[in-house]
């Protein structure tokens, strides 16, 4: 199963990413988590839930000097409790941010997901990283197994909804204490693609990217154009 999980003003961009999955699999199980709104896509093979809560996105947080909202934080972080509500009833669990496109058939990724229980990209570019790497949490997968409900039970303990970051810093300090225990596979780069690489499978809206690219945004057309011409 892909999640997706969005509030409204991510709504646009969860939509050119689900035809962007309909176009390569029309079978494909997906979940669409909708935060403070309510809407059927009327597009076949898709579980919808929800969440209605008030969100203040006006009052400005700091995290390592990251400015943030609430609403920004709880979006972000909630992807978990989504994750571990879904489990038990699938396979695997595929997360895409709302953002992301898949450009090119993802059969290898999707096997991937199903032979380990930990798939995510792990990065140590950066000397500054904390604790040395960063997990990039805009795709990944985690495998229905007795360890990861233990991974994710973990993580729920100790995420705060409502910090930005806790969910890559918890997801950090889980993979640490589990990295023993668990089948882990690094994700490639061309299935978290930001730089718009014309190989890579999945291009991801990083960023002012989403915005401002023009790669990106062709892409956006290009398959709002190819989905409604082969629906209609």
């Not at 809560?53 to 979006?75: R, S, V």
């Not at 032979?115 to 500054?128: A, P």
């Not at 100790?158 to 990295?179: G, M, R």
Request: glycine share 2%.
């Amino acid at each position: 199963m892909i999640l997706i999980v969005s509030d409204q003003d991510y709504y646009d961009k969860s939509l050119i990413l689900i035809k962007s999955i309909r176009l390569l699999y029309p079978d494909l199980k997906i979940h669409y988590h909708q935060i403070n709104f309510k809407l059927d896509l009327k597009i076949d093979n898709i579980e919808y839930s929800y969440n209605n809560l008030e969100l203040d996105n006006n009052k400005k947080f700091k995290y390592n000097n990251i400015q943030y909202t609430q609403k920004q934080a709880y979006c972000a972080n909630i992807r978990f409790q989504i994750i571990n509500n879904l489990i038990s009833e699938n396979q695997y669990i595929l997360y895409l941010d709302a953002d992301s496109i898949i450009r090119k058939p993802i059969d290898s990724l999707l096997q991937l997901c199903q032979n380990y229980d930990l798939v995510i990209n792990k990065c140590t570019k950066k000397s500054y990283y904390r604790k040395g790497f960063r997990l990039r949490t805009g795709v990944f997968s985690i495998r229905n197994t007795p360890i990861m409900k233990k991974f994710l039970n973990n993580i729920l303990q100790n995420i705060k909804l409502e910090q930005w970051f806790s969910d890559q810093d918890t997801i950090q300090d889980t993979f640490i204490e589990y990295v023993d225990d668990i089948s882990f596979k690094i994700l490639e780069q061309k299935y978290i693609d930001w730089n718009y690489n014309q190989e890579s499978e999945i291009w991801v809206g990083k960023g002012d990217n989403k915005y401002k690219n023009l790669q990106y945004k062709q892409l956006e057309n290009y398959i709002n154009t190819l989905y409604e011409n082969i629906i209609n």
